[in-house]
């Protein structure tokens, strides 16, 4: 017996291409959905990384806030002007800086020593300041000097200074850095 042409069954051409085709717009469709989903997450730890920082920058200020001031008792380091427990200076070119913040407080500088035991005192002055950033903007086009103009943003910066009794001025203290 013969079959007819007709009864044999198989896929043709246009069918083929019809699944191609569909199976094209389904893989469109994971991959917008996954870029989108990207850049959803990409932007919520981005916020993250933002507010993990801001705290860290309000748990040191708040740390040497609460410290503005205190000396101990028998600490002979002589005061002045220049021992003020917080200064505020506002700034006057907000293109170039930010306001500024001095905090002044006083510490053992180590173990006391001696017979009868004698006490060493160390003044510490914290700043704390944001100045218009250094971080080259890669996505602008390169300046006629060769290098990136800097990002349009600004920076906090930490400094820590000791009182020099000898000098009686604030200096780098080395044994920080």
């Known amino acids: ?6 009864s044999i069954a198989g896929v043709t051409l246009i069918e083929i291409l019809i699944g191609i085709l569909i199976s094209v717009v389904m893989m469109a469709a994971m991959f917008t959905s996954y870029t989108v989903v990207n850049n959803s ?13 801001g705290r860290d920058v309000i748990g040191m200020l708040l740390r040497d806030i609460r410290l503005a001031g205190f000396k101990y008792f028998n600490d002979n380091i002589p005061t002045s002007n220049k021992h003020a427990p917080i200064i505020i200076t506002k700034s006057s070119n907000f293109a170039q800086s930010c ?21 060493e005192y160390e003044r510490y002055k914290i700043t704390y300041e944001c100045k218009a950033s250094t971080i080259p903007d890669k ?13 349009k943003a600004f920076a906090l910066y930490k400094s820590k200074l000791v009182w020099d009794t000898n000098s009686k001025k604030w200096k780098i ?3 920080n850095y």
Do not use: F, H
Request: no cysteine; charged share 20%; proline share 7%.
């Open 99 to 119: 306001d500024k913040i001095e905090i002044v407080y006083g510490t053992l500088a180590g173990k006391p020593t001696g017979d009868p035991l004698k006490y």
């Open 1 to 6: 017996m013969k079959k007819k042409l007709s």
């Open 139 to 151: 996505s602008v086009a390169v300046l006629s000097t060769g290098g990136y103009p800097p990002i």
């Open 41 to 53: 997450y990409s932007q919520v730890a981005d916020r993250a990384k933002i507010s993990t920082a």
């Open 173 to 175: 203290n080395s044994s």
